[in-house]
Nanobody, 122 residues
Framework: QVQLVESGGGLVQAGGSLRLSCAASGRTFSTNGMGWFRQALGKEREFVSAITWRGGVTYYADSVKGRFTISRDYAKNTVYLQMNSLKPEDTAVYYC???????????????WGQGTQVTVSS
């Protein structure tokens, strides 16, 4: 099993920045896909970004391209999401996920973090 611990959420003004962290532990040997999803109040969960653990290949939803950057620290077993130029519509609970492959489909992931709240004020 894999445990994911998220941190870095909070309240920020529009145009500001936040950096989310997701530390993975446990049996991560078969894990190669790491992703970020978010769920706003009253909306369905949506894909934000993903990265392949070994190769570092990144993917982004159109809504965050040019503003968000996903990265990983191999030594720390941690994935990050740097969020710049934040907008009120970015307000949501952000979840870290891990699985055998990187995907935009949430059903492809096997493990999920507890979520961290990001609130962007106008």
């Amino acid at each position: 099993q894999v445990q994911l611990v998220e941190s870095g959420g909070g309240l920020v003004q529009a145009g500001g920045s936040l950096r989310l962290s997701c530390a993975a532990s446990g049996r991560t040997f078969s894990t190669n896909g790491m992703g970020w999803f978010r769920q706003a109040l009253g909306k369905e969960r949506e894909f934000v970004s993903a990265i392949t653990w070994r190769g570092g290949v990144t993917y982004y939803a159109d809504s965050v391209k040019g503003r968000f950057t996903i990265s990983r620290d191999y030594a720390k077993n941690t994935v990050y999401l740097q969020m710049n130029s934040l907008k009120p519509e970015d307000t949501a609970v952000y979840y870290c996920a891990a699985g055998s492959r990187s995907s935009w489909r949430g059903s492809e992931y096997d493990y999920w973090g507890q979520g961290t709240q990001v609130t962007v004020s106008s």
